[in-house]
């Protein structure tokens, strides 16, 4: 079975868009972001909603091209680095992410906010970014 290519375009799409929006939450200042819930609400699920729409299409990619299940998003993105679907450094970036959506999701009462606004503007942007980029080469390659 072929790439559902209408499928992943249309992830990719919602990535992009809550991308827009979590970047608009972290151009705020950190003092604001911190004194805004919703700002704050909207980013941890926005992080949430991006790593899984990338992990879906991860999954989408290596199920249909390579026969594999990954069992966890962190898996997804590994072997989307050793398969050199993404580069090394993307696929461990994007771990990193996985990781901290894990922990939005399992352990939201040991969340530091700050630490995700840094992590999210310096580094999990960047990520995002890369790992969306990478993506759609390999797929307009394997149309």
Avoid: C, Q
């Avoid at 209408?6 to 705020?28: G, N, P, V």
């Avoid at 992080?47 to 990619?61: D, P």
């Amino acid at each position: 079975m072929p790439l559902d290519i209408k499928r992943i375009e249309r992830t990719i799409l919602e990535a992009k868009t809550t991308l827009k929006l979590l970047e608009k939450i972290l151009s705020k200042p950190l003092n604001e972001y911190l004194d805004d819930e919703i700002s704050i609400y909207a980013a941890r699920y926005a992080i949430i909603k991006i790593v899984e729409a990338l992990a879906v299409i991860g999954t989408h990619i290596l199920e249909t091209n390579y026969n594999y299940t990954p069992e966890t998003y962190s898996e997804v993105f590994e072997l989307l680095g050793k398969l050199k679907i993404v580069s090394p450094a993307t696929a461990n970036s994007m771990k990193k992410l996985a990781g901290l959506r894990n922990l939005l999701i399992h352990r939201y009462w040991e969340i530091d906010d700050e630490r995700i606004y840094r992590e999210a503007k310096t580094s999990g942007l960047k990520a995002i970014k890369k790992f969306l980029e990478e993506v759609e080469e390999y797929v307009s390659r394997n149309r």
